[in-house]
């Protein structure tokens, strides 16, 4: 599964204002009801359920925050570049400015851990994370996720 099969440019948002980690995921949760057609508050209480587990803030100023829910056919993603870094409660105590949302279908299993791992790759680049940071349109930010999958061809 590359990136490119998870998000579009639809899925993509430029400078997210949000004032702490619950507006952010809300202000996703809501982006994410649009794209998948689900409920709102149904994917908001999956994210917000898996964090409760633990923090999805990995460090560098990352998070990917992922949850599974019932009613969906494919993985969605949705990428968001903050406007300004937030905290997180990441496992490195830096705030986020970048966030991966990852959603599956309850079934996925393995797809759901390949696709958390694709995702995890790519913004280990730190190149591709001060690209990411330095980009301001949903469409360069796009490319920037996309182009970078199919480079790495393994």
């Known amino acids: 599964m590359e990136i490119v099969d998870l998000i579009s440019e639809q899925s ?5 204002r949000a004032g702490s980690k619950k507006n952010a995921l809300q202000d996703l949760a809501k982006r994410a009801a649009e794209i998948t057609g689900l409920h709102e508050r149904a994917i908001f209480d999956v994210i917000l359920e898996r964090e409760r587990l633990g923090t ?3 460090g ?7 949850g599974k829910l019932a009613n969906m056919e494919r993985p969605h993603g949705l ?8 905290d997180f409660d990441s496992i490195d105590d830096r705030p986020v400015d ?6 599956a ?25 001060e690209k990411l940071r330095g980009t301001d349109t949903p469409e360069a930010l796009y490319a920037l996720l996309t182009d970078s999958t199919s480079t790495r061809a393994a």
């Open 56 to 58: 999805t803030g990995v």
């Open 60 to 66: 560098n100023g990352i998070a990917i925050p992922h």
């Open 105 to 129: 279908p309850e079934t996925a299993g393995a797809d759901h851990l390949k696709a958390l791992a694709q995702i995890s790759r790519l913004l280990r680049d730190r190149n591709i994370c």
């Open 79 to 86: 990428f968001a570049r903050l406007e300004r870094a937030i």
């Open 98 to 103: 970048l966030i991966f949302l990852l959603l």
């Open 12 to 16: 993509v948002i430029a400078n997210l």
